[in-house]
């Protein structure tokens, strides 16, 4: 595996390393302990490799990326296992929502209206190929940070690395802790600087949908409306990608939403103009006052 020329920075700490890189158009960081890092040779190379196939494969900001491929064609599309993948787990999350999320919108200058959770086909014979429907384009957005950093999360595993925080653009996975459980702040993207809550975490993905970065930009699939009754949306659970789905799906739904149900190893915690105002089935974390 080849480093790729990107920008990237590496902190050594007293007791931790951080690795810095510029991916999928923000900035991921990884934090493993610093005993670990002295163990396990080759990470760096190990994590440009994670962030390199993300990026060729999900980008929307690359026009030779495999998503950009994808929504320029026509017909059967061979593709990639990781691609296939995430749009695997995207259906099976749409459908589990009631098409709540949804990477499938119909083409710019078509007339719009809702796009089923079955507007692309997945085949797999001697290949791993994507039938598009007509007017269609795919925007991953919403679930391949959270694919990346499960991959990462793997590969540190791998290596050995058991103490460790993945971070791209808000999105996380969490390892064993350096001193005890990590503690994640909930901010709140209408209300004064520091968060409302902490969580308290281990071994678990956390990941937020919300108004943090670029203000009201998610949009109801359903409705064409952009939701207005929640700020935040996080979700705690083993996998990295549906946690990642489903806060989209949350920030969209709110609090209480039956569909939460079908996901029994997932948490859901609101943040409103008040503050943090709800939290669901936190199996995997623990939310503690600031």
């Excluded at 589990?96 to 079955?118: D, E, Q």
């Excluded at 990608?241 to 489903?246: C, G, I, T």
Aim: glycine share 12%.
């Amino acid at each position: 595996m080849s480093r790729p020329s990107r920008w990237h920075r590496t902190i050594v700490m007293a007791d931790r390393v951080v690795y810095l890189r510029k991916a999928l158009g923000t900035i991921a960081r990884v934090t493993i302990a610093r005993d670990a890092a002295r163990r396990a040779s080759g990470l760096e190379v190990v994590i440009d490799h994670v962030l390199t196939v993300a990026e060729r494969t999900f980008s929307r900001y690359r026009p030779d990326s495999e998503l950009s491929r994808l929504n320029q064609g026509q017909g059967a599309m061979a593709v990639s296992k990781a691609m296939w993948m995430v749009l695997a787990v995207a259906q099976s999350v749409c459908e589990a929502t009631g098409g709540v999320f949804n990477v499938a919108y119909r083409s710019p200058g078509v007339k719009p209206g809702v796009v089923g959770c079955f507007r692309y086909r997945l085949l797999y014979g001697k290949k791993w190929a994507v039938i598009l429907g007509k007017h269609t384009i795919l925007d991953l957005d919403g679930l391949a940070k959270g694919w990346t950093i499960g991959r990462i999360a793997a590969a540190l595993k791998r290596h050995g690395v058991r103490r460790f925080i993945v971070e791209i653009g808000g999105d996380l996975v969490v390892g064993g802790g350096i001193h005890g459980p990590w503690r994640i702040g909930i901010r709140n993207p209408g209300g004064p600087s520091g968060p409302s809550g902490v969580l308290r975490v281990l071994n678990t993905a956390v990941c937020t949908s919300g108004t943090y970065r670029r203000g009201r930009h998610i949009v109801n699939p359903m409705t064409g409306q952009r939701p207005t009754h929640t700020y935040s949306a996080t979700v705690l659970g083993p996998d990295p990608a549906v946690a990642d789905a489903l806060a989209t799906a949350a920030f969209i739904s709110g609090p209480g939403a039956n569909y939460y149900k079908r996901f029994k190893n997932y948490g859901f915690v609101f943040v409103d103009s008040s503050g943090v105002s709800d939290a669901e089935g936190l199996v995997f974390g623990e939310l503690v006052p600031p």
